[in-house]
Antibody, heavy 119, light 113 residues
């Protein structure tokens, strides 16, 4: 069965940085767009960023544009999210999720990793 | 951005009874080139990631029980649980992937009455 293993969350002060990772297995990673979706405590789901299978088409939510950078290493079957200039409102569980062509719904999700931004 | 609005926010249903969740998009999510609605439904249980139930508005993902069904087109969609089971207690989200950014409804909490 397809697997997404996440790492890299934690507690960080406002203005700090973190890098999240999502390691994929049991599917051809490079054939799928990948996404980051977050969920603030007690709140709903918010899409954060996506990247095409080849890594050449990143997209970002306005709330993170200019601060977060999505990337992928297809040789390592791994997705990344570099988060800089973190704000208190970025506190959330971050999920990686696979996007299914052509519509792009998210068919498999990682277990999530908590990012807490607090002084 | 396309705004997704679900109703109701929460619903208490007796075991074995029907649960119905509505989702309305601020603009059509029907892709004319393939006549498919880019609308998905997810189930999220506490402490777990969301799980895809339905895509293209009415196609069940493999392994999803057939008591879950989706309907609708254009801007108005419905998720129906035909006979609520205890394991269906969860928050349900609709999501459009017609345009970037993909957007979710606010969620509907389904509980046992």
């Amino acid at each position: 069965e397809m697997l997404l293993v996440q790492s890299g969350g934690g507690l960080v002060q406002p203005g700090g940085s973190l890098r999240l990772s999502c390691a994929a297995s049991k599917f051809t990673f490079s054939e799928y767009a990948m996404n980051w979706v977050r969920q603030a405590p007690g709140k709903g789901l918010e899409w954060v960023s996506s990247i095409s299978g080849g890594g050449d088409s990143p997209y970002y939510a306005d709330s993170v544009k200019g601060r977060f950078t999505i990337s992928r290493d297809n040789s390592k079957n791994t997705l990344y999210l570099q988060m800089d200039s973190l704000r208190v409102e970025d506190t959330a569980v971050y999920y990686c999720a696979r996007g299914v062509p052509p519509a792009g719904e998210f068919d498999y999700w990682g277990p999530g990793t908590l990012v807490a931004v607090s002084s | 951005d396309i705004v997704m609005t679900q109703s109701p926010d929460s619903q208490a249903v007796s075991l074995g009874e029907r649960a119905t969740i509505n989702c309305k998009s601020s603009q059509s999510v029907l892709y004319s080139s393939n006549n498919r609605n880019y609308l998905a439904w997810y189930q999220q249980k506490p402490g777990q990631p969301p799980k895809l139930l339905i895509y293209w508005a009415f196609t069940r993902k493999s392994g999803v029980p057939d008591r879950f069904s989706g309907s609708g087109s254009g801007t108005d969609f419905t998720l129906t649980i035909s006979s609520l089971q205890a394991e269906d207690v969860a928050v349900y989200y609709c999501q459009q992937s017609y345009s970037t950014p993909p957007t979710f409804g606010q969620g509907t909490k389904v509980e046992i009455k």
